[in-house]
């Protein structure tokens, strides 16, 4: 079969450099944690290489479906006809020297299909990581803050509660005092409204609505307090994603791309150069999730947990908050799936137009 030709491009064609080194193997991915993961004053752990995998791993979801196919022989045991089996191996001898020939010629063609799968990849990337598309990496930023926000509250509002011991270790404001003492004994005074004899029914529906209404003003009250802190955070992680999209992401797209390419085996049985079909694209995703958030823990975890502790202004909790591996999924998330989207809108990934929604089926 004759090779389609490659896409028009007014670069040379380049291999991309080989891997200055292997990935050590990732390990199982641990159970989701039922306390939150060590904080930065543990030490070694979240700057050690060990540390940052483990991050990396709790932050990628693993999602492999595979199917096994069974071939199924009917009456295999039944006798036949001496000159139809002698036909059939016949035939079956020169199936098997055609698939001889086709897989040498496939295993000649593959090295070629791969090459030029990284560099189109390659080029691709660094044209939608460029200062010339430096829009797109700020509006991806806005999103992840507005992301790290609804963590944050969500953190604020209900870690100290998923303690064991169901108490708080420590308030540092009234309001978030008085929060706590009301959500800890919510459901107990949820149950008395709920059973208390009431002169009219009306009176326990505006009974009840009083106090939803008193605990969304308590909510918003505390989270006030920590509005301040959560702004400083996020400039501090707009700065470091900045820095991490536009130059250390960059200079190592060469060897990602290498490394996913290879690792998904999306050139394997694969003639075309310039384009992923939809077939290979769940393989494709999972080498390029896992290799970015490995790439995105060991250059950013780092400053953004060195900047958070070494600030005066950063409660214990905020520092624990900043070594959350959800946040890193939650980046993965926003960045990989418009990166997808572009992929797709450049004929890179041959998907269907409503891949999107097709995703969990992948």
């Known amino acids: 079969m004759r090779q389609p030709p490659p896409p028009p491009s007014g670069k040379r064609r380049v291999p991309p450099p080989p891997p200055r080194g292997s990935i050590p193997r990732m390990p199982a991915p641990p159970p989701k944690p039922s306390q939150p993961p060590p904080e930065p004053s543990a030490g070694p752990l979240l700057v050690s290489t060990r540390g940052k995998l483990q991050v990396a791993s709790a932050a990628l979801a693993l999602r492999r479906e595979q199917v096994a196919a069974t071939v199924r022989y009917y009456g295999a045991d039944q006798q036949t006809n001496a000159e139809l089996d002698a036909i059939t191996a016949a035939v079956v001898a020169e199936l098997q020297q055609l698939q001889l020939v086709g897989e040498e010629r496939r295993a000649s063609i593959v090295p070629d299909v791969e090459i030029e799968l990284i560099q189109s990849l390659r080029e691709l990337l660094e044209k939608l990581f460029s200062p010339k598309r430096r829009g797109f990496v ?11 926000t609804q963590l944050f509250f969500n953190s604020e509002l209900y870690y100290q509660l998923a303690l064991e011991s169901g108490r708080v270790e420590s308030a540092e404001w009234p309001e978030q005092a008085l929060y706590y003492a009301v959500k800890i004994h919510e459901q107990t005074i949820l149950d008395e409204l709920s059973t208390m004899p009431m002169a009219d029914e009306s009176i326990r529906e505006r009974a009840l609505d009083t106090w939803h209404a008193y605990t969304r003003r308590l909510r918003t009250d505390f989270l006030s307090r920590t509005t301040p802190e959560l702004e400083r955070l996020l400039g501090i992680y707009r700065d470091v994603l900045a820095d991490f999209f536009f130059d250390g992401f960059g200079r190592g797209l060469g060897e990602f791309c290498w490394k996913v390419v290879k690792e998904s085996r999306v050139a394997q049985g694969h003639e075309l150069g310039y384009k ?5 694209f769940p393989a494709f995703r999972e080498a390029f999730d896992k290799h970015f958030l490995e790439s995105l823990v060991f250059q950013v975890q780092e400053p953004i947990t ?21 946040i890193h999924s939650e980046i993965c998330t926003v960045i990989n799936d418009a990166v997808y989207d572009y992929l797709h809108g450049e004929g890179f990934l041959d998907l269907p137009s409503d891949w999107r929604h097709l995703l969990s089926r992948f």
Not at 138 to 148: A, M, T, Y
Not at 276 to 280: F, G, L, P
Not at 306 to 326: C, G, H, L, N, Y
Request: net charge positive.
């Open 276 to 280: 992923i079909k939809s077939d290979r």
């Open 138 to 148: 700020e509006r991806k930023i806005r999103d992840i803050q507005r992301r790290i």
């Open 306 to 326: 060195k900047r958070a502790a070494e600030s005066d202004r950063f409660r214990d909790a905020t520092s624990r908050f900043v070594s959350d591996p959800q």
